[in-house]
């Protein structure tokens, strides 16, 4: 498994699919497996927990960052 690809893909999901984010929201690592089909060792899912969790925070961080760069 390419966790990069896994944790774009599921961001992406987040983003675009308010149930699969309420659903991830509750509870990640029940959500991520209904998505992958499959029972994901829990290492492996935990480290695609905390990417997406990362991806998504810096993806609001850049929007604020977009906003005060056009204040200036």
Known sequence: MDLKEKI?????????D??????FMKNPEKAIENLAGI???????????????????????SDAMDGLKKLF
Request: charged residues 45%; negative net charge; hydrophobic residues 35%.
């Open 8 to 16: 774009e893909e599921i961001v992406k999901k987040v983003q675009n």
């Open 39 to 61: 029972d994901i060792p829990d290492g492996m899912v935990d480290k695609v927990i905390d990417g997406v969790k990362a991806k998504i925070a810096g993806d609001k961080l």
């Open 18 to 23: 308010d149930n699969f984010k309420d659903e």
